[in-house]
T-cell receptor, first 116, second 118 residues
Framework: GAGVSQSPRYKVAKRGQDVALRCDPISGHVSLFWYQQALGQGPEFLTYFQNEAQLDKSGLPSDRFFAERPEGSVSTLKIQRTQQEDSAVYLC??????????????FGPGTRLTVL | AQTVTQSQPEMSVQEAETVTLSCTYDTSESNYYLFWYKQPPSRQMILVIRQEAYKQQNATENRFSVNFQKAAKSFSLKISDSQLGDTAMYFCAFISNAGGTSYGKLTFGQGTILTVHP
């Protein structure tokens, strides 16, 4: 594809609702990252996939957060029982290689989640 | 754990002038990469420039250049001939390459909002 896409772009949820955020990485990209960006702050790492394998989920804030990439392409970040502190922009990024720290990460436009 | 600090929350510059954004980082590793990312108001993060820690030569990309001081753990970004389109939030970021097997988890600074005035 032309770039990383994310949907929805905006999501408003009532506290306690479950949400699912989708990421379509660039076609052929092996690595996929999720980051959480609070208002006015830098993004913080949530989780990493190499193809369909979730190799690092150390940044997920709680067990309410779950991510998957079952076929090694599209990824979904799910947040159960949303809380107000979950309000943030969720960014997805992909890169071409696997174990390649220098690879450029291409970011999507993000999903802005607001929990009321 | 690595940390990245950007001490300038906001900066402004006149069009066509030069501005420098500061970044310091803390790590015990010797093999890593440093990046500057730009996030315009539309929020899509774009890579501006990359520096490999084992290279002493400062990276340059057109109007963008860095001053990499490894001993001081400093990594500043200089933007020459500033343009209105440079208005954005700029993030300094770090990736460990320990053992050459790191997959590239980025650690970001807090960001600097740069405004270019006509």
């Amino acid at each position: 594809g032309a770039g990383v896409s994310q949907s929805p772009r905006y999501k408003v949820a009532k506290r306690g609702q479950d949400v699912a955020l989708r990421c379509d990485p660039i076609s052929g990209h092996v690595s996929l990252f999720w980051y959480q960006q609070a208002l006015g702050q830098g993004p913080e790492f949530l989780t990493y996939f190499q193809n369909e394998a979730q190799l690092d989920k150390s940044g997920l804030p709680s067990d309410r957060f779950f991510a998957e990439r079952p076929e090694g392409s599209v990824s979904t970040l799910k947040i159960q029982r949303t809380q107000q502190e979950d309000s943030a922009v969720y960014l997805c990024a992909s890169s071409l290689g696997g174990l390649a720290a220098r690879d450029t990460q291409y970011f999507g436009p993000g999903t802005r989640l607001t929990v009321l | 754990a690595q940390t990245v600090t950007q001490s300038q929350p906001e900066m402004s510059v006149q069009e066509a002038e030069t501005v420098t954004l500061s970044c310091t980082y803390d790590t015990s590793e010797s093999n890593y990469y440093l990046f500057w990312y730009k996030q315009p108001p539309s929020r899509q993060m774009i890579l501006v420039i990359r520096q490999e820690a084992y290279k002493q030569q400062n990276a340059t990309e057109n109007r963008f250049s860095v001053n990499f001081q490894k001993a001081a753990k400093s990594f500043s970004l200089k933007i020459s001939d500033s343009q209105l389109g440079d208005t954005a939030m700029y993030f300094c970021a770090f990736i460990s390459n320990a053992g050459g097997t790191s997959y590239g988890k980025l650690t970001f600074g807090q960001g600097t909002i740069l405004t270019v005035h006509p």
